[in-house]
């Protein structure tokens, strides 16, 4: 059974950086892409970034400047880096991998920004 799991979030002061974790388990298969979302409290899940097996990166317009994802094709792992996080970077982030026609999901990992 293919399971995504986050890990990483937490409370942060406005400013600071947060490096997100999703370790993917039970898969035999290295998925083509990987990346993360987000949601924000009363706002619809958006797109964040992806990262293709080769390692191309794709991010939403909005989050180029401050935030950079990576992965580890060998341990099935993707990553998320958050620079000068702002109080509007709080939400649930998260990650998902596909597989062909699939896509799997991980239960999210909360970040809080303070101001």
């Known amino acids: 059974q293919v399971q995504l799991v986050e890990s990483g979030g937490g409370l942060v002061q406005a400013g600071g950086s947060l490096r997100l974790s999703c370790a993917a388990t039970?898969?035999?298969?290295?998925?083509?892409?990987m990346g993360w979302y987000r949601q924000a409290p009363g706002k619809k899940r958006e797109w964040v970034a992806t990262?293709?097996?080769?390692?191309?990166?794709n991010y939403a317009d909005s989050m180029m400047d401050r935030f950079s994802i990576s992965r580890n094709n060998a341990e099935n792992m993707v990553y998320l880096q958050i620079d000068s996080l702002k109080a509007e970077d709080t939400g649930v982030y998260y990650c998902?991998?596909?597989?062909?026609?699939?896509?799997?999901w991980g239960q999210g990992t909360q970040v809080t920004v303070s101001s």
């Open positions: 998902y991998g596909a597989w062909n026609e699939y896509d799997f």
């Open positions: 039970g898969s035999e298969f290295v998925f083509s892409a």
């Open positions: 990262i293709t097996a080769p390692g191309v990166t």
